[in-house]
């Protein structure tokens, strides 16, 4: 089934920008919505971004920033970070679910019900 790998975290001053990459096996990843979130220490995990078949979408606070995209030759989808600051800081995870669902809430979420996840990478916005 369905895997995914996340790569690219790592230590980064304010102002500077990193790759995440999210690599995936055993399905191709063009058959999912994809979404990014990340969790802050102390705080509840939010939305970063998420891609579908026709469009992709970020949190506010991104906005700007950061740019997700999918390669689907490599089946692999990245977050480029850019202008880094603190409170950027987290652990990231990439996610997917099937392109088809069904959301009971009255919500726009179009990354909501993510089916698979990944472990997560760090990502550490510090002077």
Do not use: H
Not at 2 to 29: I, M
Not at 100 to 110: E, S
């Amino acid at each position: 089934q369905l895997q995914l790998v996340e790569s690219g975290g790592g230590s980064v001053r304010p102002g500077g920008s990193l790759r995440l990459s999210c690599a995936a096996s055993g399905s191709t990843l063009d058959s999912y919505r994809i979404g990014w979130f990340r969790q802050a220490p102390g705080k509840e995990r939010e939305g970063v971004s998420c891609i579908t078949s026709t469009s992709t979408d970020y949190a506010d606070s991104v906005k700007g920033r950061f740019t997700s995209s999918r390669d689907n030759a490599k089946n692999t989808v990245y977050l480029q970070m850019d202008n880094l600051g603190p409170d950027d800081t987290g652990v990231y995870y990439c996610a997917a679910g099937p392109k088809a669902y069904f959301n009971p809430t009255g919500k726009a979420d179009p990354c909501y019900g993510m089916s698979y996840w990944g472990k997560g990478t760090l990502v550490n916005v510090t002077s």
